[in-house]
């Protein structure tokens, strides 16, 4: 699919991309390669969608308006979820809702995970939600503690693949900070590549291109940004399989072993530990994301047999929502 020229650039711009004032010059130097050619390259990605964003990743704990998360679960039948699916991606902001997957579980079908103000406005819009879909059975499962959050993808390896450590758990809200929020989400979704990028926007926000890079450096100290990055989208660079793991365990066991796995697997993208109904008991859902399913079930095995645990693995059947 990626010549190994392309395979370099793309897992540079993942794992390797300079906070600096000039980020592609700089990458294009540490990797030996030309500085005009890599960002022609990078371009390139971002238009065929290989690319979904370059820059700062928020924590949307950091913003009051979106520091809550929650998995929902519908259940519905075959036919109800082209519909089912439409009201979903109409009824959510793009900023709030954050996936939308037809996974393979006989009785959940439609799963979404999106943001709001607190658990109380989740559990009403999913009411609301739940109510305009005509669907009667379902799954509210509110994040508790999020342990990682780093999606990244080995493209020589063929599994998603990063060794980030255990996520901030308490984090400084941006509005506390004195910091624009609309500020943050340019520098996570409109940084252009270009020899300076954070130039147009610094200055429009009364920032030197320094002050600029150094605030960006503090907020990954803070937590509100998870780090400075290209995210690539998996559908486009041959990764076809995600499965979402969920182990059934007491929900007072789930932060030790949660605790472990960050440290174990570096394979898991998302790491997540979850309120759970009486009837749903499993806390912890943790992604792993490959080009083979083959690869996916390796990781559960292992898993399952250092812990002895029980998972059951959730696959992507289809992105119910591929603008995200």
């Not at 600096?20 to 500085?35: C, H, K, S, Y």
């Not at 928020?58 to 082209?82: E, M, Q, T």
């Not at 709030?96 to 658990?119: A, Q």
Request: hydrophobic share 40%.
């Amino acid at each position: 699919m990626f010549d190994d020229v392309e395979k370099t650039i793309l897992m540079s711009v993942q794992y390797e991309l300079p906070l600096t004032e000039r980020p592609f010059v700089d990458l294009a130097e540490n990797i030996g390669l030309n500085a005009k050619d890599v960002m022609v390259k990078l371009r390139e990605f971002k238009q065929k969608g290989v690319i979904k964003r370059i820059g700062a990743n928020l924590n949307y704990k950091a913003f009051s308006r979106i520091g809550k998360a929650a998995l929902v679960a519908f259940a519905c039948k075959d036919g109800d979820i082209p519909r089912i699916a439409k009201i979903i991606n109409e009824s959510i902001d793009s900023i709030s809702l954050k996936h939308n997957f037809l996974r393979d579980h006989p009785r959940y079908k439609i799963w979404f995970t999106f943001k709001g103000k607190d658990k109380e406005e989740l559990l009403r819009k999913v009411e609301e939600l739940a109510k305009k879909c005509g669907v009667k059975d379902y799954l509210f499962l509110p994040s508790k503690r999020v342990y990682k959050m780093d999606v990244k993808y080995d493209l020589f390896k063929g599994i998603s693949w990063s060794e980030k450590g255990l996520e901030k758990d308490d984090v400084p809200k941006v509005e506390d900070l004195g910091i624009p929020a609309k500020m943050l989400f340019e520098l996570e979704k409109k940084l252009p590549i270009e020899d300076r990028p954070f130039k147009e926007i610094a200055e429009r926000y009364g920032y030197k291109e320094s002050e600029l890079v150094d605030l960006i450096a503090e907020l990954i100290k803070k937590g509100v940004v998870r780090d400075f990055s290209g995210v690539l989208r998996e559908s486009k660079i041959g990764f076809g399989e995600n499965g979402m793991n969920i182990i059934q365990i007491e929900p007072e066991e789930a932060e030790k072993l949660a605790l472990k796995l960050v440290n174990e697997f570096p394979q898991i993208t998302h790491l997540v530990e979850r309120e759970v109904p009486e009837r749903w008991r499993f806390p912890i859902y943790f992604m792993v994301h490959a080009d083979s399913r083959d690869k996916i079930e390796a990781v559960r095995k292992e898993v399952e047999q250092r812990y002895g645990v029980k998972i059951l693995t959730l696959y992507s059947l289809k992105n119910l929502n591929p603008k995200l």
